[in-house]
């Protein structure tokens, strides 16, 4: 069973600035694509970001592409998601997910292990 927590979330203004952290128990992270989805109010979830086990391959949705930055430390089996020019359309539950493999999956049917989520606001 892999265990992911995720940290980081919070209240900013608009044009403001957050980083997401993800912390996994597995021993097998390294190998395994990471994932940011998010999810509103009366909207389904959504994926933000991911990348591969190697960090080599990122996918981002278009609508934080050149915003957000999806990121890895292996060593630190910690994933990131540096968040800039928020705005309030960001605002969502922030979920981190694991795959197993290490490939990047770009729908939430692709990932086995899903942390508990940190709310994430963004005031106009």
């Known amino acids: 069973q892999v265990q992911l927590v995720e940290s980081g979330g919070g209240l900013v203004q608009a044009g403001g600035s957050l980083r997401l952290s993800c912390t996994a128990s597995?021993?097998?992270?390294?190998?395994?694509?990471m994932g940011w989805f998010r999810q509103a109010p009366g909207k389904e979830r959504e994926i933000v970001a991911a990348i591969s086990w190697t960090g080599g391959s990122l996918h981002y949705a278009d609508s934080v592409k050149g915003r957000f930055t999806i990121s890895r430390d292996n060593v630190k089996s910690t994933v990131y998601l540096q968040m800039v020019s928020l705005k309030p359309e960001d605002t969502a539950v922030y979920y981190c997910?694991?795959?197993?493999?290490?490939?990047?999956?770009?729908?939430?049917?692709?990932?086995?292990?899903w942390g508990q989520g940190t709310q994430v606001t963004v005031s106009s």
């Open positions: 997910a694991a795959r197993v493999g290490g490939f990047v999956a770009t729908t939430q049917h692709g990932y086995a292990y």
């Open positions: 597995a021993r097998t992270f390294s190998s395994d694509a």
